[in-house]
T-cell receptor
C-alpha cells in the first residue's frame, strides 16, 4: 500500500486559495488519489478523486503531475467553515474492496 | 435517507467486557468498512466487507470480529475489551463502482 506524506498543519485567511500537497512516491499503476475532509466529531467526507492530470468539481480541484508521485488539493477562496483536517489517500479499487491508508492528515485553520 | 447510522454514540466499558457496535446503511451499497481513529491520528481500517457474505481483515484486525448480517448491516464486536481499544469507531459504506466512502457519525468508546 502506498504511503502518503502531507504537511501536518496549514494556516490561511478567509478568501485565499489554499493548496495542500501530498507526496505518494510509491503509488501503483492502479491506484487512485482521493481526498477527504473531516470536521471535529464527524466522519470524513469525500471531496474529490483523480487518477491523472486535473480534476475539478464544485468544491475543489485536484492537480496530479504526469509522474503521479504527488498531488495537490486546491481549495478556492476558503472560508472559516473550511477549517478541518484534510486527508490524502492512495489506493486501488479491487474486487476485494478498497484498501488504503489514512495518514494523519493536514489540519487547515482558516482565520478571519 | 439516513445514510450510514451507528449505535451507540457513546459507550464506556470495563476491561474484559464485550460489546457489539452496530452499523446500518440504507443506500443499497455493497461494501462496508470499520475504522478506528485515535486522538490526533488518521483512520485505520479494522475490517471490511466487499459484499454481503464476505469479510476481510484490514490494517488492525486483532481483538475484533465482524459480521455482515445482510446487505444493510455490518457489526463490529469486541470480545474482551482492552484500554488500547479506546477510540472513535467509524463505519462506512461504498456503492458498486462508486468512488467515495460514506461515513457514519462514529461511536466514541472508552475502555477503563
Amino acid at each position: 500500500l502506498a504511503k502518503t506524506t502531507q504537511p501536518i498543519s496549514m494556516d490561511s485567511y478567509e478568501g485565499q486559495e489554499v493548496n495542500i500537497t501530498c507526496s505518494h512516491n510509491n503509488i501503483a499503476t492502479n491506484d487512485y488519489i482521493t481526498w477527504y475532509q473531516q470536521f471535529p466529531s464527524q466522519g470524513p467526507r469525500f471531496i474529490i478523486q483523480g487518477y491523472k492530470t486535473k480534476v475539478t468539481n464544485e468544491v475543489a480541484s485536484l492537480f496530479i503531475p504526469a509522474d503521479r508521485k504527488s498531488s495537490t488539493l486546491s481549495l478556492p477562496r476558503v472560508s472559516l467553515s473550511d477549517t478541518a483536517v484534510y486527508y490524502c489517500l492512495v489506493g486501488a479499487w479491487n474486487t476485494g474492496g478498497f484498501k488504503t491508508i489514512f495518514g494523519a492528515g493536514t489540519r487547515l485553520f482558516v482565520k478571519a | 435517507n439516513a445514510g450510514v447510522t451507528q449505535t451507540p454514540k457513546f459507550q464506556v466499558l470495563k476491561t474484559g467486557q464485550s460489546m457489539t457496535l452496530q452499523c446500518a446503511q440504507d443506500m443499497n451499497h455493497n461494501s462496508m468498512y470499520w475504522y478506528r481513529q485515535d486522538p490526533g491520528m488518521g483512520l485505520r481500517l479494522i475490517y471490511y466487507s466487499a459484499s454481503e457474505g464476505t469479510t476481510d481483515k484490514g490494517e488492525v484486525p486483532n481483538g475484533y470480529n465482524v459480521s455482515r448480517l445482510n446487505k444493510r448491516e455490518f457489526s463490529l464486536r469486541l470480545e474482551s475489551a482492552a484500554p488500547s481499544q479506546t477510540s472513535v469507531y467509524f463505519c462506512a459504506s461504498r456503492g458498486q463502482g462508486g468512488n467515495e466512502q460514506f461515513f457514519g457519525p462514529g461511536t466514541r468508546l472508552t475502555v477503563l
